[in-house]
């Protein structure tokens, strides 16, 4: 099995906040060359102004992530991440829908390391951001203040008196007060773990998940030092992002962390083929079990199910025979002298398990700014409903009528055929899958209380009706469309949906994470 790995961006999801609100072209974030400024003047429509939140479902989700933009911060730059968004196929252009690229560092903004990072031989031995374990990356956190004006020493972590038990703990910092995630140009002076204060909490801890507010976990004077010290055992999940809520400190909080977008790995078997330049992690049965990574679908005792397909080369890619292709390359290697391994990712938005924003395939709207950094986390996080679909046939009124959805279910996940055929296991995208046709998109709008749907398949529509039965699901911009979802051997009922996009501001899609809690 050969196996890519890479450090992938991340979304976080912290419930129990309150609220702030930004648009697109406020300082700290400018309008992205290409896209259309959506600092809205006074003459526009109101109902054509986006709203851009921090906070959702009457300040219960808090979403603690940040934008993409050209201007955030990126390692020891001081001219920022620059241009990552382009628009290969736009509608002005005659496309029938906006299509964005996005080419991205993996360490960029808010991200998680895996262990691959700084130990090379995890690395050939696959370690990458698909064999973190989503049940540390989900559950109860405390949000901690660290006192100012130091890095955090042993010292440190002796004084904050973190209760044994806990597992997930979010460190704010002077980094916060700085603002530094909003400046351009990294800055050296940041707050970070000391190698001390990192071995402090590895020897005298149950934290598995270790979260700060700067593009790294490790003081600059100690940068390789401490990753290798949170790093070593393959226990502890790093992840970095910039805290916006005014919290107390030591506050109890669910947090919703879900490695997003990707879960990127290359194993050499006929749905998942070697990615050009990844090492073959097909042991032979000598080496060291310790060594074997292990991939699952199902996490915390049958608790998580991971709806979200692996990004692979061979995975399918709309109207492609020949699947998505090489999507990842390794710029900084530690054999060439590196001191880390850093990855970058090149990928259409609507590639593997993705939503769909309205200006994917409403033009006046994707002028106007409603991208994926304007949908409702609200709508993506909650209860809903996996279902079975007829078996035979698209998704029509009649179909829609016979599955008797409920009045009040406001999230469905549509099982279909697709599934059944292992379609998004095949390189070569397939025309003939199964989708909502106009009248049955038609009969859900009219009909039901559903805002979020989602399908087994790259497309919501089937074929024949790709553009009317998408235009009637994105027409009011109430319903998020999520596709691509992985839904095999899992029961049909009631879950806990969680499904978090990039923030990626300017873009009319966006790959996604997406888990289900029983």
């Known amino acids: 099995m050969s196996t890519t790995k890479a450090m992938i961006p991340l979304l976080l999801l912290l419930l129990l906040l309150s609220p702030l609100s930004t648009t697109a072209s406020t300082a700290a974030y400018p309008t992205i060359p290409g896209t259309i400024d959506t ?39 001081k001219d920022g991440l620059g241009k990552f968004l382009s628009l290969p196929a736009s509608m002005k252009n005659g496309s029938l829908a906006n299509n964005s690229e996005m080419k991205l560092p993996t ?36 949000l901690v203040d ?64 270790v979260g700060i507010d700067y593009l790294s976990v490790a003081a600059w004077s100690d940068l390789i030092p401490s990753h290798l010290v ?53 042991f032979p049965a000598s080496q060291d079990s310790e060594l074997i990574p292990i991939r699952r679908e199902v996490y915390g005792d049958g608790r998580i199910f991971d709806i979200t397909h692996r990004y692979t080369s061979d995975m399918p890619f709309m109207g492609s025979e020949n699947g998505l292709g090489q999507f990842l390359r390794l710029p900084e290697s530690m054999k060439n002298g590196s001191f880390a391994n850093i990855s970058e990712m090149k990928l259409i938005t609507h590639t593997g398990t993705h939503v769909d924003a309205p200006g994917h395939y409403y033009d006046h709207y ?17 209860p809903g409903l996996l279902i079975d679909v007829p078996r035979g046939t698209n998704i029509t009124a009649e179909v829609m009528k016979s599955l008797h959805i409920p009045k009040g279910a406001r999230r469905v996940l549509f099982r279909t055929e697709n599934t059944d055929r ?24 009219d009909n039901t209380d559903i805002k979020l749907v989602g399908i087994d398949y790259l497309a919501v529509a089937a074929w024949s009706d790709l553009v009317p039965a998408h235009l009637v699901l994105l027409e009011s911009r109430e319903i998020i469309i999520v596709e691509g979802l992985k839904l095999d051997d899992i029961q049909p009922g009631v879950y806990s949906i969680h499904c978090l996009p990039l923030r990626l501001l300017g873009a009319e899609g966006s790959p996604a994470r997406c888990i289900l809690i029983k």
Request: aromatic share 12%; net charge neutral.
């Open 422 to 445: 292992r379609l998004m296991f095949k390189n070569q995208f397939d025309t003939s899958f199964v989708g909502f046709t106009t009248d049955g998109a038609k009969w859900l709008v």
């Open 107 to 142: 360490h960029t903004g808010t991200h998680v390391d895996s262990p691959g990072h700084v130990f090379d031989h995890y690395f050939d031995s696959g370690f990458d951001v698909d064999t973190l374990d989503l049940e540390v990356l989900n559950g109860p956190a405390l």
């Open 366 to 382: 994707f002028d106007a700014g409603f991208d994926v950094d304007t949908l409702d986390l609200e709508v993506l996080n909650g």
């Open 39 to 77: 600092s809205v003047s006074s003459s526009q429509p109101d109902n054509l102004i986006p709203i851009r939140n921090e906070i959702y479902g009457n300040g219960k989700i808090f979403d603690i992530s940040h934008r993409y933009t050209n201007d955030m911060p990126v390692w020891d730059s």
């Open 146 to 209: 660290v006192p100012r004006h130091s890095n955090i020493t042993a010292e440190v972590m002796k004084s904050l008196h973190i209760p044994k038990g806990v597992r997930r703990v979010l460190f704010r910092t002077l980094n916060t007060d700085r603002r530094l995630m909003f400046k351009r140009e990294f800055d050296r002076s940041y707050v970070g773990f000391t190698k001390d204060g990192a071995k402090w909490l590895v020897d005298n801890t149950d934290i598995k998940l």
């Open 230 to 282: 949170f790093l070593e055992g393959r226990r502890t999940k790093l992840g970095f992002w910039y805290f916006r809520a005014k919290a107390k400190a030591m506050a109890s909080l669910l947090l919703l962390l879900l490695l997003s977008p990707l879960s990127t790995t290359a194993a050499s078997s006929g749905a998942y083929p070697t990615i050009p330049g990844s090492m073959d992690t097909s």
